[in-house]
């Protein structure tokens, strides 16, 4: 469907400035984090653990929190650069680097469920809407898209949990049921299903507006003289350009599928970084929580550089 | 021969369109505007939507049918019946007046929030916009960062780190809702700071303060006005998030997020628990919504005639 295209010198050093500037970013906000969570007062075992004095020390110690703020911070930095995040406040020995690394493919796994639910299901709706365009089909398109970008994730969680837990449990006489958890294939779709519809609600009016805009265009006009099948036509001709404007919001979109995977994770108890980052927060465990900040800032920014590196691909007048 | 040219009054008379009725109406841009938002269909469902729950949220405050706090009403998880029409929770209270209650806040946190984050993102957007050189620089490097990280860990730090009351609340939403704002204010003043009628303004030696305030503010308004309404429901479900993930306001305020993450556990055997205020908060959002999109098209100049 797309043409080939070859990586050119441009397409490498715009690559790379991006990834100059998402480091930086990461490192920017793991920074304001880290540098507002040591301003807070007392100090993470003090009230909890009901230490002895001898104890809290060696704890201080052994997460340098005796050291003033500023010492601390130079030695986080030089962990951060060494791939290490440190260590868990609550779970002693945690080592938090490699446990955010698992947690990641999680979350990017759930993520990327709910970019192709987005994809699928919006373009499929705004396509329909189009061609059938002031029918029925289109009406029906149209209503179901504005009210389902006004419904947020959690809400169609639960619709989908009491359709598919309860309300298959009772039609079928328990022999067909959602296990709401993680780990098994069928468990993604209803947590993908609910995180991406909001936004494929979206896509599926700004795919509607601008196959309305391209389907008038003299090329497709042409396509269908020359007898091509509506396949062709809508495919191939009509939907390539009507893809264009549609790409632009797949960066926005994909940093708000990563928001909203924060909640949908929680809901669903996926381990996932969303989880992790409600846990520990209420947990009151810094450590891990500057950690996620550092993961979802290289999330958003690597999310967003794929989507950008695509988009020539689509927009071949595109070139970096 | 000399021919008598008449005068742009006479003819004026002549085609009737001097004087009486004939004149068109003279309307500004707003009063046109709201007549045709008045006749976009939806959107004045939309605002009939609003206005019952905002009727709902100040009756709220000063009466429930029974107080949104009291437990042991009657059998716990029990459904609707005629003493409480939308059924009991999981400690026995009364959901229509938690609805009621939830109403209350959700349109507070939404509003306060809305008008919050358009003050921070208008006064940052023109700022940046008009001033240019390195205050935008600064500015726009503080939008970019910020746009790196997903807003609602912004949000969920800022409430552990300055409480959970409502105007706490409020004011962590705001701060990780004004991006659009500036960027959006920001493109405004960038292109109207190059208009005639600014450099007729700063010709005759008008302060920098009453340019941006009397000639570019103004006619940014109609886009900041429409951005301002899409902020209402994005933050009453940021509202909800904060509260279902248990950072919200604190219990036992009866937050349409919190009802339904508390009536979860019980999904199975009582769904009315989550549905009624997931309903409410649906509808309040999808009404703010469509009056959203009935403002864009009232207030965009490329539809005008």
């Known amino acids: ?320 | 021969m000399a021919t008598v040219v008449p005068t742009t009054l006479e003819v004026a008379e002549e085609l009737q369109i001097v004087g009486g009725d004939q004149l068109p109406e003279q309307v500004t841009l707003w009063q046109d505007a709201w007549r045709r938002l008045t006749r976009n269909r939806m959107a004045v469902i939309g605002m009939v939507i609003i206005g019952f729950f905002l009727v709902t949220a100040v009756v709220s405050f000063v009466w429930t049918p029974y107080d949104t706090w009291r437990q042991a009403l009657g059998i716990t998880y029990s459904g609707p019946s005629l003493a409480h029409p939308l059924g009991l929770d999981d400690y026995g209270r009364d959901i229509l007046s938690r609805v009621m209650g939830g109403a209350g806040i959700a349109l507070s946190v939404g509003v306060g929030a809305s008008l919050v984050a358009s003050a921070i993102g208008i006064i940052l957007g023109l700022l940046a916009g008009f001033y240019r050189g390195k205050v935008d620089v600064l500015i726009s490097l503080l939008i970019n960062i910020s746009y790196g990280v997903p807003d609602l860990l912004i949000a969920l730090i800022l409430v552990v780190l300055i409480g959970r009351g409502i105007q706490n609340i409020i004011l962590a939403i705001s701060i990780t809702a004004w991006l659009g704002m500036a960027r959006l204010v920001r493109g405004q003043t960038l292109a109207l700071r190059e208009r005639e009628f600014v450099e007729a303004a700063r010709s005759i030696g008008t302060k920098n303060l009453k340019i941006l305030s009397r000639h570019i503010l103004p006619n940014a308004l109609g886009p900041i006005v429409v951005q301002a309404t899409y902020l209402v429901p994005a933050a009453i479900i940021f509202e909800a998030f904060l509260s279902l993930l248990g950072l919200g306001v604190p219990p036992p305020a009866p937050s349409w997020g919190r009802m339904a993450v508390e009536g979860y556990k019980a999904i199975q055997i009582a769904p009315h628990i989550v549905l009624a205020p997931c309903v409410a908060l649906s509808l309040t959002v999808l009404a703010f919504n469509w009056l959203g999109d009935g403002l864009r098209d009232a207030i965009d100049p490329r539809m005008r005639r």
């Open chain 1, 1 to 320: 469907m797309f043409p080939r295209r070859e990586v050119t010198r441009g397409t490498l050093v715009y690559a790379f400035q991006r990834l100059v500037l998402i480091t930086f970013t990461a490192v920017v906000v793991s920074s304001i984090v880290f540098i507002g969570v040591h301003q807070l007062p007392g100090n993470a075992f003090a009230s909890e653990h009901r230490a002895t004095a001898g104890t809290e020390a060696a704890l201080l110690h052994h997460y340098h929190l005796d050291l003033p703020w500023p010492q601390q911070y130079v030695l986080w930095l030089e962990g951060l650069a060494h791939g290490d995040l440190g260590e868990s406040l609550v779970n002693l020995g945690t080592q938090i680097t490699p446990l955010l690394l698992r947690e990641v493919k999680v979350s990017v796994t759930l993520g990327l469920a709910a970019v192709l639910v987005t994809i699928g299901v919006g373009m499929s709706l705004g396509v329909l809407a189009a061609i059938r365009q002031n029918t029925w089909v289109d009406y029906t398109a149209s209503t179901a898209a504005v009210i389902g970008y006004s419904v947020p994730s959690f809400v169609w969680a639960f619709l989908l949990i009491l359709l598919t837990v309860s309300g298959f449990y009772a039609w079928t006489g328990g022999a067909i049921y959602e296990d709401i958890g993680w780990g098994k294939i069928e468990q993604i779709p209803v947590p993908a299903l609910a995180l991406g519809l909001p936004y494929a609600a979206i896509v599926a009016r700004l795919t509607r507006a601008s196959m309305l805009e391209v389907i008038r265009q003299d090329y497709v006009r042409t396509a269908w003289a020359k007898g091509l099948s509506a396949r062709v036509v809508i495919l191939r001709h009509a939907l390539r350009n009507a893809l264009i404007p549609v790409a632009t919001i797949l960066g926005p979109l994909v940093t708000g599928i990563i928001t909203g995977s924060v909640v949908i994770e929680y809901l669903f108890g996926i381990p996932g970084l969303g989880q992790e980052f409600v846990t520990s927060i209420l947990s009151r465990d810094y450590n891990i929580v500057i950690g996620v900040f550092t993961f979802y800032a290289a999330l958003v920014g690597l999310a967003n550089l794929t989507v950008d590196l695509l988009y020539p691909l689509l927009d071949p007048r595109i070139r970096y």
